[in-house]
Nanobody
């Protein structure tokens, strides 16, 4: 079992920045790809970004490319999502997810999920 706990969400004005963190515990972080997803009210959960176990491979949704950066510190069992130039349409609950193996951009590809952290961007 892997437990994931997100933090760093909050209220920010459009154009601002936030940094989300996801701390993993429960078993070794080795060989786990990590992902960030988000879900806005009334919408399906959608892919935001993913990173491979060693950090050498990353993928981003087109809607966040160039504004968000995913990274990880395996020594701390933590993955981050730096969000810059935030827009009101980025408002959502952001979820961290883990999967044993390669990166994936689909929700079905992940084995473990955090509880989520709210991000609200005001205009």
């Amino acid at each position: 079992q892997v437990q994931l706990v997100e933090s760093g969400g909050g209220l920010v004005q459009a154009g601002g920045s936030l940094r989300l963190s996801c701390a993993a515990s429960g078993r070794t972080f080795d060989n786990y790809a990590m992902g960030w997803f988000r879900q806005a009210p009334g919408k399906e959960r959608e892919f935001v970004a993913t990173i491979s176990w060693r950090g050498g491979t990353t993928y981003y949704a087109d809607s966040v490319k160039g504004r968000f950066t995913i990274s990880r510190d395996n020594a701390k069992n933590t993955v981050y999502l730096q969000m810059d130039s935030l827009k009101p349409q980025d408002t959502a609950v952001y979820y961290c997810a883990a999967r044993n193996g390669r990166t994936s951009t689909t929700t079905h590809g992940y084995d473990y999920w955090g509880q989520g952290t709210q991000v609200t961007v005001s205009s």
